[in-house]
């Protein structure tokens, strides 16, 4: 079965940056789009960007275009986000999320998540 | 992008039906017929529910429907049971080739 299972929680100091990571099971990590999504405690869901993990290419959310990378390690299945740059605003819970294959081209829905890796940031 | 508009609560009682609206534009859920739903329990990630509108994905219970007129989203929860009640977020495509979601929707069975 598909399984997305991510990095374990780490606090953050303000300024710092995360790097989360999510190991991919149960399918062909480069056929579909990985999508990463955060929820901030008692808030909504934020989409802040994808990975094509085949070609490697990303698309950003305008929001964090220039403190987000989204990259991927196909040998070993997994898909990585890191944050710069952190502050208090960036305290949530960050999901990676499996897209539609890539055969359809984008088009946003997320079939499988990961568990949450909870990301405090705090001085 | 704007969020899209979903009511913050709706409620029902047991084997009652509800429905959730999510309003948009017509440079989201009215262009394109890629919307999707998502439920979540407390402490839980979203589950997909429904995707490209009206499509169930494999297991999900049939008691979950969606559609879509104009600007706006629905989804209908019929023969409410207890295990539903969570939270209902709406997504949408947007001609940014990007998604946007909705702010939640919070259902309670009575």
């Known amino acids: 079965q598909v399984q997305l299972v991510q990095s374990g929680a780490e606090v953050k100091k303000p300024g710092a940056s995360v790097k989360i990571s999510c190991k991919a099971s149960?399918?062909?990590?480069?056929?579909?789009?990985m999508h990463w999504v955060r929820q901030a405690p008692g808030q909504g869901l934020e989409w802040m960007g994808w990975i094509n993990p085949n070609s490697g290419y990303t698309r950003y959310a305008q929001k964090f275009q220039g403190r987000v990378t989204m990259t991927r390690d196909t040998s070993i299945r997994t898909a990585y986000m890191e944050l710069s740059g952190l502050t208090s605003d960036d305290t949530a819970v960050y999901y990676c999320?499996?897209?539609?294959?890539?055969?359809?081209?984008?088009?946003?829905?997320?079939?499988?998540w990961g568990q949450g890796a909870l990301v405090p940031v705090s001085s | 992008q704007s969020a899209l508009t979903q009511p913050a609560s709706v409620s029902g009682s047991p084997g009652q039906s509800i429905t959730i609206s999510c309003t948009g534009t017509?440079?989201?859920?009215?262009?394109?017929?890629?919307v999707s739903w998502y439920q979540q329990h407390p402490g839980k990630a979203p589950k997909l529910i429904i995707y490209d509108v009206t499509t169930r994905p494999s297991g999900v219970s049939n008691r979950f429907s969606g559609s879509k007129s104009g600007n706006t989203a629905s989804l209908t929860v019929s023969g409410l049971q207890a295990e539903d009640e969570a939270i209902f977020y709406c997504s949408s495509y947007t001609s940014s080739s990007t998604p946007v979601f909705g702010g939640g929707t919070k259902l309670t069975v009575l």
């Open positions: 017509s440079s989201d859920i009215g262009g394109y017929n890629y």
């Open positions: 149960g399918y062909t990590l480069t056929g579909y789009f």
């Open positions: 999320a499996r897209g539609n294959p890539l055969v359809r081209g984008i088009i946003y829905y997320y079939d499988h």
